[in-house]
């Protein structure tokens, strides 16, 4: 059973402040996603990753930054937090299966407010 | 670019009625086309995926059907429960290193 855990459920960070989310997945995925959710939005993707030091820019990447120096970790930092990254942010992880299937494991998601 | 339009954005139906969801994609190489469930307060979490070379895939209840010509694909629940109710989320493959493209969601109701 694929396992993603998110460091916290819960996330108050002052304006400013440097701001780490971490992801970890247990099932030895070399795809790692992170995502934010907003309302009418839907998920959209800021980062992800290939592999270990790799990463590529996804649609929303403008004020974050990524960093995977081990497989099953992949963390999302927020260099200098602002009142709009105030959202729910899910990470995932996949692999392709033989057959061209790509499905995406999601972690429990980490509400971040920033005041 | 890489977009994915969902429509409709809310929906409510009846208990035992159907439901439908839409999804049209920009990239004309995309191949793969999962739908994701999320309920309140939940993960996303797989419910079904079709890939290009087929043009319908069934499973119980639910339905996924693709035209690739038009470049969209549809969400199909049938005999829908309250149970069914929550956000569902098209997406699309962008490259093969499973870059996903989701669509904006719908929340679907199902009224007992």
């Known amino acids: 059973d694929v396992k993603v855990t998110q460091s916290s459920r819960y996330l108050v960070k002052r304006t400013g402040e440097k701001v780490f989310l971490e992801c970890v997945q247990d099932?030895?995925?070399?795809?790692m996603f992170w995502y934010r959710q907003d309302p009418g939005l839907g998920l959209r993707l800021i980062y992800f990753?290939?592999?270990?030091?790799?990463?590529e820019k996804g649609d929303i990447p403008e004020g974050y930054s990524v960093s995977r120096e081990k497989k099953e970790r992949f963390s999302l930092i927020l260099e200098s937090a602002s009142t709009n990254q105030t959202s729910m942010y899910l990470c995932?992880?996949?692999?392709?299966?033989?057959?061209?299937?790509?499905?995406?494991?999601f972690g429990p998601g980490t509400r971040l407010t920033v005041t | 670019g890489e977009n994915v339009e969902q429509h409709p954005s809310t929906l409510s139906v009846q208990e035992g009625d159907s439901a439908v969801i839409k999804c049209t994609y920009s990239?004309?190489?995309?191949?793969?086309f999962p739908w994701y469930k999320q309920e309140l307060g939940k993960r996303p979490q797989l419910i079904i995926d079709?890939?290009?070379?087929?043009g319908e895939k069934k499973d119980q209840r639910i339905a996924v059907t693709l035209n690739k010509t038009a470049k969209h694909f549809s969400l199909h629940i049938t005999e829908t429960q309250p149970e069914d109710s929550a956000v569902y989320f098209c997406?699309?493959?962008?490259?093969?290193?499973?870059?996903?493209?989701f669509g904006q969601g719908t929340e679907l109701s199902v009224k007992p």
């Open positions: 995932a992880s996949s692999f392709p299966t033989l057959q061209g299937h790509y499905e995406q494991y």
């Open positions: 099932m030895d995925h070399e795809n």
């Open positions: 990753s290939y592999d270990v030091k790799m990463k």
């Open positions: 990239d004309s190489a995309s191949n793969y």
């Open positions: 079709i890939r290009s070379n087929v």
């Open positions: 997406a699309a493959l962008y490259n093969q290193g499973g870059k996903l493209i």
